[in-house]
């Protein structure tokens, strides 16, 4: 579906001083290597300004990279834009593209017209989407008094009435509560799966890529740092697991081959045990905890997906420190 | 609507008492206008300048400067064609509401020179349309520089104050000296306003004014599309 080859794109940027005028040459996107296959569902995380946004851009032909090798659905994007704009759907979580003024029925007609989708999959395929995403209440109100969470399930249903192959979210959750959230969620999940979308999604809630993407893919500085389900890269960056106890009583932390680090709070009653995965299983270090310590409750804790990433730019900043 | 309305009239009343004053000045004629072809040129100014849209909304380059632009970008179509479909359409509505009821309006309350043939109301109305159009294509250049100025407030003004001088909608063209007439006409300036008037007065070559308004709107439209293909292809969204 996605298929991208040293993909480069720099900007000039204006650097006044006083009344002198210079540029520097900042590369957003540098040499950026994935395929995406059809049907699956990325996750595309970074920091602002990793180049996200701008990778975005180049896939659906607004911005033209400078250098690199770009298809989208067997095509070049900013060559063939308008024959890719028909196949793929956009969402951007900060633009609208429904029309302000006008209630959400007639800004779902003017699309139909724009991507001329027959009447009768319009009506199917709209009708799904206002089930699903219970926007019956909503479809007479001009868009500018819904709210968020209305207007970005309104927006979606916008990029789908063409059935795209590939639909692409840039922050498709930001600044919605977790309700909305979820019923977005779980609604692309089931487009992805049932229908067979192909999912690109950005983000900056970890969440999104948990519920919704079996693969993640990591940028910074326009370079991907890690590409893989996301369990392994877990796996890979953070090899340690944790076994949080609490005490009946407080005391020392139990004293376990194996444990790498130990962390105590409330006084000695609870204990955190950092353990290597590949040397200890979690059920060994149990019983051994058990047979020295009175212990009221135990959990194991996998690192969060937070920690995976923050380690991920760490690893990097320290590769490129011993360049 | 009705603000609009009531300023074009407001305004008309305002132009004929100057226009007439000018002209009883030069006992009662300035270049080939009398006092009914005088009246007749500013109700039928008055009502073609909301309908023609000489000063737009600048709102492309306010996408543009925003970043909003990329969602107009991204949609399967020629945004240049349907930014025209639009604003033949808000013509249509202004056609009723705005180029109509000046027209009435001087009409029935000062002296009023009708077209000479009846074949000269559907020649009024293509030139209208091509006044439209090429007005159309004036504004979406000047808000298409905001590819390049990101704020192209300045030029939006500029374009604002020489438009209605250079047009006739300030004094008809042919109050100018001979030589900036001639120069005027070699400009797409006439084309927005003075042509269609031309048209139904009756003064000048018919055929020849509206071959001037097809050749700059043509011109125009093409001038656009190139700029816009490179706009797309050069230029930086702004933003997130």
């Known amino acids: 579906m996605i298929e991208v080859r040293e993909l480069r794109r720099e900007f000039r940027i204006a650097t006044s001083k006083g009344l002198r005028r210079n540029h520097k040459t900042v590369t957003a996107v540098d040499g950026v290597t994935f395929d995406v296959r059809a049907g699956e569902a990325v996750g595309y995380v970074g920091p602002n300004g990793a180049g996200k946004s701008t990778t975005i851009k180049m896939l659906t032909g607004i911005l033209v990279p400078t250098s690199g090798h770009l298809r989208v659905g067997g095509v070049d994007p900013s060559r063939q834009r308008r024959d890719l704009a028909r196949r793929i759907g956009v969402v951007f979580g900060q633009r609208s593209q429904l029309w302000w003024d006008l209630p959400l029925q007639d800004s779902f007609d003017l699309l139909r017209s724009i991507y001329r989708v027959p009447a009768q999959d319009y009506r199917t395929r709209l009708d799904e989407c206002v089930e699903l995403l219970g926007l019956q209440e909503t479809l007479l109100t001009p868009v500018r008094q819904l709210s968020l969470g209305q207007r970005m399930r309104g927006e979606i249903t916008a990029a789908l009435l063409h059935a795209p192959e590939l639909l692409v979210l840039d922050e498709p959750t930001i600044g919605l509560d977790l309700e909305s959230k979820e019923r977005l969620r779980e609604f692309l999940a089931d487009i992805n799966t049932r229908r067979g979308t192909t999912l690109l999604l950005t983000t900056h809630d970890l969440d999104d890529i948990e519920r919704l993407c079996p693969r993640l893919m990591v940028i910074d500085h326009g370079r991907v740092l890690a590409d893989g389900p996301l369990d392994e890269l877990r796996a890979e960056v953070t090899p340690e697991r944790e076994l949080v106890i609490d005490l009946r009583e407080p005391g020392p932390a139990p004293d376990v081959p194996g444990v790498t680090a130990v962390r105590s709070e409330a006084g000695g009653l609870r204990h955190h045990l950092t353990f290597r995965r590949a040397e200890t299983t979690a059920a060994q270090l149990i019983t051994q905890v058990v047979r020295q310590v009175e212990v009221h409750d135990l959990a194991v804790v996998e690192p969060e997906i937070d920690d995976v990433i923050r380690k991920l730019y760490q690893r990097q900043l320290d590769q490129d420190a011993h360049r | ?240």
């Open chain 2, 1 to 240: 609507m009705l603000a609009g309305m009531t300023a074009n009239v407001v305004f008309g009343m305002l132009r004929v008492a100057i226009l007439a004053a000018a002209l009883e000045a030069a006992d009662g004629e300035i270049a080939d206008y009398d006092i009914a072809a005088t009246n007749t040129y500013v109700w039928i100014g008055q009502g073609l300048l909301g309908f023609v849209l000489l000063w737009g909304t600048n709102e492309l380059a306010e996408r543009v400067r925003s970043g909003d632009v990329v969602v107009d970008l991204y949609r399967p179509w020629h945004l240049q064609s349907a930014m025209l479909a639009q604003d033949l359409g808000r013509g249509g509505f202004a056609f009723l509401t705005r180029l109509a009821p000046p027209m009435v309006f001087g009409v029935l309350l000062f002296p009023f020179q009708f077209p000479a043939s009846s074949a000269q109301w559907p020649l009024f109305l293509v030139s209208a349309v091509l006044a439209l159009v090429v007005s159309f294509a004036c504004r979406f250049l000047v808000d298409a520089s905001a590819f390049w100025l990101l704020d192209n407030r300045g030029l939006y003004g500029f374009w604002n104050v020489t438009s209605g001088l250079l047009c006739g909608l300030t004094v008809p063209v042919s109050f100018f000296p001979g030589w900036a007439r001639d120069v005027l006409w070699l400009t797409p300036f006439p084309a927005l306003m003075q042509a269609p008037i031309d048209v139904f007065l009756g003064h000048g070559d018919v055929t020849g004014v509206l071959l001037h308004q097809l050749f700059w709107a043509v011109a125009l439209l093409g001038a656009g599309h190139l700029v816009l293909q490179r706009a797309v292809r050069k230029v930086v969204v702004q933003g997130g």
